[in-house]
């Protein structure tokens, strides 16, 4: 069981949107995956022990489906006064470290964390080509320390 469980946005639900900017100082918005076959959303953090157990499969994941025209693309909300290793400059080094091929984007307010209503690391939102909601929830019942595999 997660620490804090998914909000449920309605499926349907038509992507909000964001302008962050990325691990590499360029800012990514939604428009910029207009065209792609569907637009994968992760809010993620660098110190979430569930996020960390996800680590090498999000990397995985990354190259496979971007390679299928999935857009990618993770987000950090933390407050930086309380996780300071969630930091821009620590995002930059995980984003590095861990092979992530998807813009990890700094959402220093926590407001585009609050329209998705994204409430715990990691959550899902995938949408369809036209930006409307199709899944939203977890990567699969693998958990840090419950001996289940993980699977996606």
Known sequence: MVKTAST?????????????????????????????????????????????HLREEFAKLGVEYQAKDLAIVGINSNDVATHPDDSPDKMAEEAKSAGYTFPYLFDETQGIAKKYGAACTPDFFLFDSDFSLVYRGQFDDSRPGNGKSVTG
Do not use: E, Q, W, Y
């Open 8 to 52: 449920m946005m309605a499926l349907g639900t038509k992507a909000p949107d964001f302008s962050l900017v990325n691990v590499d100082g360029s800012t990514v918005s939604l428009a910029d995956f207009n065209g792609k076959k569907g637009l994968l959303v992760i809010f993620m953090c660098n110190h979430c022990p569930f996020v960390i």
